[in-house]
């Protein structure tokens, strides 16, 4: 149930971390991270990029779930394994 992206395509989460000042771990108005968006997304491939920029996958939104717990909710089950890993780090 991973959703793949055609190639070519830009992740618009991607960007803000172009920027030298961009943080991986901005929260919105909603509490949730780009790591959050990615998970929506179903993007592993982007949850890979945000973790390897330093995005921190324990932090919960203003619902108090977390990007991990996002995952196993939508059944993204790799992603979720990815994330569970990253915060045993």
Do not use: C
């Not at 973790?51 to 995952?71: E, M, S």
């Amino acid at each position: 149930m991973q959703s793949s992206r055609p190639s070519g395509t830009i992740n618009p989460v991607t960007p803000a971390l172009g920027n030298r000042l961009g943080n991986p771990n901005y929260q919105g108005p909603f509490g949730n991270t780009l790591l959050h968006g990615a998970v929506v997304s179903g993007d592993l491939r982007e949850v890979k990029r945000l973790l390897a920029a330093g995005a921190d996958p324990r932090i919960a939104n203003h619902d108090g779930k977390t990007p991990v717990q996002a995952a196993a909710l939508l059944g993204y089950a790799k992603i979720q394994a990815v994330l569970q890993k990253a915060t045993r780090r």
